[in-house]
Structures are given as structure tokens and as C-alpha cells.
């Protein structure tokens, strides 16, 4: 399965909002509502912060929201604050080859 | 609270295997399925598979097929990932987390394999 792809990296300033975009094909993203997205600091493991497209797991922060259109799923953080700086993946489940999950490419996130 | 804890860090010469194990508290283990994933030095993430804990159902990354086997052991609610012939390619962290919602809810704290002769 190819990785979907996402922006290298976003940046933005405290109480900014920024949007990632997660790239796939209709065999994934654009087929099933099946789309999560991760957050992860250095040396860490990740962090569900959003799962079926615009779910919010129980703790995480109402800035953070999901979206899709098409192929292409979204993460949007609103209010930037310091502590968003990190790395982010988006992850589908796909139905090309075997069946079962895909990663994005991940993207950085800077606070300015 | 949920927690999974995962087996300490290993170096293995290429060609061997190894086998990481990941035990789960805090829920009912056979409720819910095991996702494992990886990251190598600087990369992203990289599903590798998944496992019923309820039945022993698995569905593998195409790409790791032949080579990997993933177990769970419900007397001790303890999931586990074989990974066979080593490569230096599979230097990475590994991570287990629990499957819900088609997506991975907690997370383990990584095992460092590292892939060296």
C-alpha cells in the first residue's frame, strides 16, 4: 500500500489556525469514513486525536477537528498553542492489495 | 486505566528473529484487537497488522507477509509480534495499541529493535 500523502510541514503562530491535508485515492480515503489522525511528540508514541474522520476521543482538545472531501481528509487545529508543535499522521484503511490500514507521510508542525 | 506495556529494547544480527511482547491492563483484553506498528529512525509510521484478541483473526501488511505472525495470549492478556529474517531494514520502534474504531486508541511504549551484525 502507497502512504497518503501530507505536507512535509505547517507552521503557524499562537492562536492561529492551520489545516493538514491527507492525500489518498478512492480505494482509502475518498471510499470509507475510516480516516484517524495521530499526533506525536519527539521520542513518544503517538496519540489518537481524531478517529472516523471527525470523531474527538474522550481528553482531546475541541481545537482539533477532522474533516473529508473527495479523497483528501483534513485536520484542522484552531487556537495554535505551543504544545501542538509535533509531528502529525493521518491513516486510512484501504482496500487496495490486502485489506487492512495506511499511514500518511506525516507532517511537521512548527509554532512560530 | 488503560495501559499497555511493552518488552525492553533488542539487537539481533540480521537473518534472526525476534518476538516483542505487549501487556495490556485496564480493559477487558478480549474486547477489543491489537494493532502493531513501526517507525524507523527518523521515518514515519508503518502499519504492520492486526489481531482479534477475541478470536485470533490477524490481516498482515502485504509487504511483511511470510515473515510476521502475530499471537495473543488471553490468560495473561498479552499480545505478541514475531517478526522472522531480519533485516537492517527493520531497525525501527515498534509499537503496539489497542484496536478500536478503526483506529488505535492507546498505545504501548515502543520496543527498540535494532537490526545490526
Known amino acids: 500500500q502507497s502512504a497518503l500523502t501530507q505536507p512535509a510541514s505547517v507552521s503557524g503562530s499562537p492562536g492561529q489556525s492551520i489545516t493538514i491535508s491527507c492525500t489518498g485515492t478512492?480505494?482509502?480515503?475518498?471510499?470509507?469514513?475510516?480516516v484517524s489522525w495521530y499526533q506525536q511528540h519527539p521520542g513518544k508514541a503517538p496519540k489518537l486525536m481524531i478517529y472516523?474522520?471527525?470523531n474527538r476521543p474522550s481528553g482531546v482538545s475541541n481545537r482539533f477537528s477532522g474533516s473529508k472531501s473527495g479523497n483528501t481528509a483534513s485536520l484542522t487545529i484552531s487556537g495554535l498553542q505551543a504544545e501542538d508543535e509535533a509531528d502529525y499522521y493521518c491513516?486510512?484503511?484501504?482496500?487496495?492489495?490486502?485489506?487492512?490500514?495506511?499511514f500518511g507521510t506525516g507532517t511537521k508542525v512548527t509554532v512560530l | 486505566q488503560v495501559q499497555l506495556v511493552q518488552s525492553g529494547a533488542e539487537v539481533k544480527k540480521p537473518g534472526a528473529s525476534v518476538k516483542v511482547s505487549c501487556k495490556a491492563s485496564?480493559?477487558?483484553?478480549?474486547?477489543?484487537?491489537i494493532s502493531w506498528v513501526r517507525q524507523a529512525p527518523g521515518q514515519g509510521l508503518e502499519w504492520m497488522g492486526w489481531?482479534?484478541?477475541?478470536?485470533?483473526?490477524?490481516n498482515y501488511a502485504q509487504k511483511l507477509q511470510g515473515r510476521v505472525t502475530m499471537t495473543t495470549d488471553t490468560s495473561t492478556s498479552t499480545a505478541y509480534m514475531e517478526l522472522r529474517s531480519l533485516r537492517s531494514d527493520d531497525t525501527a520502534v515498534y509499537y503496539c495499541?489497542?484496536?478500536?474504531?478503526?483506529?488505535?486508541?492507546?498505545w504501548g511504549q515502543g520496543t527498540l529493535v535494532t537490526v545490526s551484525s
Open positions: 489481531i482479534s484478541a477475541y478470536n485470533g483473526n490477524t
Open positions: 495499541a489497542r484496536a478500536r474504531r478503526n483506529s488505535e486508541d492507546y
Open positions: 485496564g480493559y477487558t483484553f478480549t474486547s477489543y484487537g
Open positions: 491513516s486510512s484503511y484501504t482496500s487496495s492489495s490486502t485489506q487492512g490500514y495506511v
Open positions: 478512492s480505494s482509502d480515503v475518498g471510499g470509507y469514513n475510516y
Open positions: 472516523e474522520v471527525s
